[in-house]
């Protein structure tokens, strides 16, 4: 059964930095993209970044391009975010899923997601 769990959310001041760690497990990840999104309260959630689990390609959100930097540690199945730069209106419940092939803004292209990790940013 394939699981991602996800870790390093908190509270942090705007300006400052967090990064968030997605493992994952239960299927080899070989030619698997993964992807990071985000749900503030009261709004959709959003697509934040992705990367080819393979190739290590990337694509961001113009929200986050230059703040943010998606990278992965295949030996390990893990996933990062280094968030940087942060801003209140970053603030949401951020989410990892994965999806086959070369990744995707959207959610509905992705098959699994954890169960998310809350990122707050006081300004």
């Known amino acids: 059964q394939v699981q991602l769990v996800e870790s390093g959310g908190g509270l942090v001041q705007a300006g400052g930095s967090l990064r968030l760690s997605c493992a994952a497990s239960?299927?080899?990840?070989?030619?698997?993209?993964m992807g990071w999104f985000r749900q503030a309260p009261g709004k959709e959630r959003e697509f934040v970044a992705t990367?080819?689990?393979?190739?290590?390609?990337?694509f961001y959100a113009d929200s986050v391009k230059g703040r943010f930097t998606i990278s992965r540690d295949s030996t390990k199945n893990t996933v990062y975010l280094r968030m940087n730069s942060l801003k209140p209106e970053d603030t949401a419940v951020y989410y990892c899923?994965?999806?086959?092939?070369?990744?995707?803004?959207?959610?509905?292209?992705?098959?699994?997601w954890g169960q998310g990790t809350q990122v707050t940013v006081s300004s």
């Open positions: 990367i080819g689990w393979h190739g290590g390609r990337t």
């Open positions: 239960g299927r080899t990840f070989t030619n698997y993209a």
């Open positions: 899923a994965t999806t086959r092939g070369v990744g995707s803004n959207r959610s509905g292209d992705y098959d699994y």
